[in-house]
């Protein structure tokens, strides 16, 4: 018997990577990343239409051009068992029933492309479907989030209608993928649960958008088989073998199996861009006031999985790096900024803020609002400025962990994962000192893409379960980080003025005027 294979496909913000994992052996052996031609389009499309304030598009032909290359490169000649993916979300588009998306019929036409994770621009109508609300709405907190499925899909029909009217289906960009490399349609139930407010019990909210429920379908759980690799694709890519392709992934739920984080108990953080929370637990809770989202199987069978997140978290750093650049390229002014802030204790720097620089997500769910820093003195250095970025998002990731504990949700684990995790330890032990609590950072290269392999792998029957998968694909060593008991103490005062800033209402309200002047303000 030869060597047989599984690819993991990881649909980021930028890039697809894929990582080839001997599926006996258990280990990586190969792995490949292939950019979007178009990126994010947020200024204007590719023809120089340009967009309102707030849209964030994409391409979907990129996606279909980037995993060529990428299952191409690793599985050209190779008996590939099965193929897992994960994506960005929400990220869903028009699309007609054969998957032929909408961009490729209107290709001047905004509405027409992929409203991304981050496409803002929904949230008034978010705000309409929240006022209305709905007994579907009494496990996302009562509200959905502008970024999320419903808010996109009354958009595009309220402002696009003849696009709204000629499309066929409205679908997550990681079942449109799915769909395009089998010929089959199965939607994930964690996307649906998550982004679209699917109950088991009840379906799809109805009454939100007219024709809504006709451009759906009913999703299947975590794990689950699409299909095969279709014709067109082993002729595309020369993959042999099998290749069965799971149900897609919410990128940050894909990661779990990949770190060991199966059992109840056990919170993961995903840190990346933006951050994702995932508790944990096989008994059903009420949603914990201030998070986001909890649904059952649509993850990981048998174990409900509460969320949250930051819609902002190392695109914070990022822009400040490449904003007031301390060095050659972006890795040598990371490493000079880590290194001075690395010598400032907590405190010293004077500052503290707020980590909305793409809006808030939890407690607050409101896109509109925007970073803040406070206490700056002639002083203040860009180091010091930095390390309160840092500080801010640990304070916001401390939150999230704090309303999930007041709710009752069990964390006797707490794993960091993604690029972030593994590439700044400073920003790790500063988390840690601000939650006062032990951090796992399992190591494992490309961990997203090796969760989405394991979904694979439990879809094909190369494994029992996810369990079984994390036992042979998943990380086999991890760093600890403990907390520094004077450090948390210090912190603690801090993270208080922190919560007091996230509390004050006449400021997020002033934050949600200053977005409207700024964009439509003219200079004399």
Request: proline content about 5%; some cysteine.
């Amino acid at each position: 018997m030869g060597v047989r294979y599984l690819i993991g496909l990881d649909f980021g913000t930028l890039s697809v990577r894929g990582v080839l994992m001997d599926a006996d052996s258990g280990t990586a052996v190969d792995h490949h990343a292939s950019s979007y031609r178009h990126g994010v389009m947020s200024g204007t499309l590719a023809d120089g239409t340009p967009l309102p304030p707030g849209f964030a598009l994409q391409d979907p032909g990129d996606y279909l051009a980037a995993a060529e290359e990428v299952l191409q490169r690793l599985g050209q000649g190779r008996q590939i068992l099965a193929i897992g993916i994960d994506f960005t979300a929400s990220s869903p588009l028009p699309a007609m029933a054969d998957g032929t998306p909408m961009s490729e019929l209107m290709p001047n036409e905004p509405h027409a492309y992929v409203k991304l994770w981050k496409h803002s621009a929904a949230q008034r109508y978010a705000d309409e479907i929240n006022a209305a609300g709905g007994a579907y709405l009494d496990d996302f907190g009562g509200r959905v989030s502008g970024e999320w499925l419903l808010a996109k899909a009354a958009q595009l029909a309220d402002e696009a209608p003849e696009i709204w009217a000629r499309s066929e289906r409205f679908i997550e960009a990681g079942d449109w993928m799915v769909l395009r490399l089998t010929g089959c349609e199965a939607r994930n139930l964690g996307f649906a649960a998550y982004k679209a407010q699917y109950s088991a019990t009840d379906g799809y909210p109805s009454d939100i958008v007219p024709g809504l429920d006709a451009r759906l379908a009913r999703p299947l759980p975590a794990g689950s088989p699409a299909g095969a690799l279709n014709q067109e694709w082993r002729r595309r890519t020369g993959i042999e073998g099998p290749a069965t392709v799971a149900v897609a992934i919410i990128d940050s739920h894909a990661v779990l199996p990949a770190v060991g984080a199966v059992d109840d108990g056990t919170v993961v953080g995903a840190l990346g861009t933006s951050a994702a929370y995932l508790f944990l637990a096989e008994r059903r809770l009420a949603l914990p006031v201030g998070l986001e989202g909890m649904a059952h199987g649509g993850s990981l069978p048998n174990l409900w999985l509460y969320e949250a997140g930051q819609a902002a978290f190392g695109d914070i750093l990022a822009w400040f790096v490449r904003t007031f650049p301390r060095g050659a390229d972006l890795a040598a002014s990371f490493a000079a900024y880590n290194a001075e802030a690395a010598t400032l204790a907590p405190g010293e720097n004077h500052l503290v803020g707020l980590d909305w620089w793409n809006g808030n997500r939890v407690p607050h769910a409101d896109s509109r609002l925007s970073g803040l820093l406070m206490g700056f003195g002639l002083d203040t250095t860009a180091a010091g400025i930095y390390r309160a970025l840092m500080e801010a998002l640990c304070y916001g990731t401390r939150q999230v962990l704090d309303l999930a504990t007041a709710g009752g949700l069990d964390m006797r684990r707490v794993v960091m994962t993604s690029g972030l995790a593994e590439a700044n330890p400073l920003l790790v032990a500063i988390m840690a000192d601000i939650l006062g609590r032990d951090i796992e950072v399992p190591t494992i290269p490309h961990a997203t893409a090796t969760g989405a392999a394991i979904h694979g792998a439990v879809a094909a029957g190369v494994v029992a379960d996810f369990q079984d998968g994390a036992r042979r694909f998943g990380a086999r060593a991890r760093r600890l980080f403990h907390p520094d008991t004077e450090r948390s103490a210090r912190y603690q005062r801090l993270y208080g003025a922190y919560c007091e800033l996230s509390d004050l209402a006449p400021l997020r309200a002033t934050m949600r005027g200053v977005g409207p002047l700024s964009s439509n303000g003219s200079s004399s």
